[in-house]
């Protein structure tokens, strides 16, 4: 089957270049809106994106750092994993973790990987499906590092799709340099103590002194 078969791959791209747009101005003048998910987004007649904070954010939109049991900095990086959450939904018609359970809902933030959009539905470009994936990484430093970066990747493909009919596999992100001074959050080096430390509370663990 071809995209077409599917749903208006060229309306939602357009849609998510509107979305970021507009994230983008909230984030410049408000910082991180913290809120994201479909209850929150208005599209306007005159194609326009409103984005409120009216509804409560489900589990199933928050980044794994909003979860609070990561000890991870919330900072505007959290919304770009909720784009990837509401890109996925309007993608495949489904989240990317949905269950009764609160609690397992946050796990699966924290622990588990998506499922690739392309085995949901394979009419997808690949490359879409990794710019959404890269979205829901689990760490804000592996995720886009700027809106404008994402947006270029978006406009990419739109670009692709409109003057080709196809959109072709390429290095994402070339155009995603961070405005912000962002010092990461990863534990580097100090290997060999991390290692001691891990083995002493195995041997604790396992009723060791």
């Not at 998910?37 to 928050?62: G, S, W």
């Not at 989240?95 to 085995?119: C, G, N």
């Not at 997808?124 to 270029?152: H, T, W």
């Amino acid at each position: 089957p071809t995209v077409s078969d599917q749903f208006d791959l060229a309306g939602a791209l357009t849609f998510f270049l509107l979305l970021a747009d507009r994230l983008l101005q909230v984030h410049s003048n408000e910082g991180p809106h913290l809120a994201l998910c479909l209850f929150n987004i208005d599209l306007q007649h005159d194609d326009t994106v409103q984005l409120r904070k009216e509804v409560e954010v489900p589990v199933a939109y928050i980044s794994p750092e909003q979860t609070g049991r990561m000890n991870r900095q919330v900072d505007h990086r959290s919304d770009y994993y909720s784009l990837g959450v509401i890109f996925y939904e309007l993608l495949t018609g489904r989240l990317p973790f949905d269950s009764d359970s609160a609690m397992e809902i946050i796990y699966s933030h924290i622990a588990k990987q998506p499922t690739a959009l392309t085995k949901i539905n394979p009419a997808l470009p690949q490359s879409i499906n990794e710019i959404v994936l890269k979205l829901l990484s689990k760490n804000a430093e592996d995720r886009y590092q700027s809106l404008k970066g994402l947006s270029a990747d978006l406009q990419r493909c739109l670009n692709a799709l409109n003057d080709e009919g196809v959109v072709a596999p390429f290095k994402l992100g070339q155009h995603d340099v961070s405005e912000r001074l962002q010092i990461p959050q990863k534990l580097y080096g100090r290997e060999s103590e991390v290692e001691q430390l891990v083995g002493a509370f195995n041997r604790i663990a396992n009723g060791g002194a």
